[in-house]
């Protein structure tokens, strides 16, 4: 997975993606070295599995957001689950996934 975050910066920005989704406390789930802001939690391999998101507490975060990472998870459905869990009530889920016909071709 490479940059994916930031390939799609300057068309979130114009969208108001940011000021939309993510406020408050957030955490980005499989950011790597490419967190989706600066204050995020960032959340990786080094932090632990990105399907059971260990040491994070029900209803802890207002957004949780993980791009390209589903698709690599023996269980996407588990790890949507727990994401929303992580979730306060009424906070944002954003899971980016890759578009089957676009990806890896630089679209």
Same mark, same amino acid.
């Given at each position: 997975? $490479?940059?994916?975050?930031?390939?799609?910066?300057?068309?979130?920005?114009?969208?108001?993606?940011?000021?939309?989704?993510?406020?408050?406390q $957030?955490?980005?789930?499989?950011?790597?070295?490419?967190?989706?802001?600066? !204050?995020?939690?960032? $959340? !990786?391999?080094?932090? &632990? !599995?990105?399907?059971?998101?260990?040491? =994070?507490?029900? /209803?802890?975060?207002?957004? =949780?957001?993980?791009? @390209?990472?589903? /698709? @690599?998870?023996?269980?996407?459905?588990a790890? =949507?689950g727990?994401? $929303?869990?992580?979730?306060?009530? &009424? &906070?944002?889920?954003?899971?980016?996934?890759? !578009?089957?016909?676009?990806?890896?071709?630089?679209?």
């Open positions: 997975m $490479g940059q994916e975050t930031s390939k799609a910066w300057e068309r979130r920005e114009r969208e108001g993606y940011f000021t939309r989704f993510l406020v408050a $957030g955490i980005d789930n499989s950011c790597g070295n490419d967190p989706v802001t600066p !204050d995020c939690l960032p $959340g !990786d391999r080094e932090q &632990g !599995d990105a399907q059971e998101l260990p040491g =994070v507490a029900a /209803e802890q975060f207002d957004w =949780v957001y993980s791009s @390209h990472c589903l /698709e @690599h998870l023996p269980d996407p459905w790890a =949507v727990r994401c $929303g869990e992580a979730l306060k009530p &009424g &906070g944002w889920l954003l899971l980016p996934v890759p !578009d089957e016909d676009l990806y890896e071709q630089g679209c």
